[in-house]
């Protein structure tokens, strides 16, 4: 895309507010449509159109491989972390007993944290498995796109 000036400037342009927009799907998914994949979508996009007009080596030197791969990883630990922190702090406290501590239960952040407040509990967890969801749906959509174009052409 070196021959179209105008894509590249207006793609610099563009980016900032592509992923203004992702934060706040991100941030506002509590309170209406949006959440971690439809960020995730969205910011992965800013990563890929980048990719598509500067090409592939810039798209990795912005966002690399290995950071990327992490990021896989750590947005599964927090999506899982979350649940399973739910479950100890249910089964610490005395509140839940076995049956009680169930994966991703909002009540027991309510109920066993105190310096939360009633319902901050359940926003604390929503928001954290929201952040682990979208920061995985991020790096899969950008990892998908690095596989796909670095292929190399296939010679008939």
């Given amino acids: 895309m070196n021959s179209f000036p105008i894509i590249r400037v207006i793609t610099k342009l563009i980016i900032p507010y592509i992923l203004l927009f992702a934060l706040y799907v991100q941030f506002h998914g509590d309170f209406g449509p949006g959440g971690g994949f439809q960020a995730g979508v969205i910011f992965a996009s800013a990563i890929i159109l980048y990719g598509l ?11 690399p491989v ?4 992490k990021l896989i990883a750590l947005g599964l630990l927090i999506y899982a972390g979350t649940g399973v922190a739910t479950m100890l702090i249910a089964k610490g406290n005395g509140h839940g007993e076995a ?6 239960d909002y009540e027991s952040l309510n109920h066993n944290i105190s310096w939360l407040g009633p ?4 926003h604390l967890g929503i928001f954290l498995v929201e952040l682990g969801v979208g920061i995985t749906v991020t790096a899969v959509m950008t990892i998908i796109f690095y596989a796909f174009a670095g292929r190399e052409p296939v010679a008939e």
């Fill in 53 to 63: 007009v500067f090409g592939l080596p810039a798209a990795q030197r912005v966002a």
């Fill in 66 to 69: 290995r950071v990327v791969e």
């Fill in 99 to 104: 049956s009680q501590a169930n994966f991703l």
């Fill in 119 to 122: 319902l901050s509990g359940q």
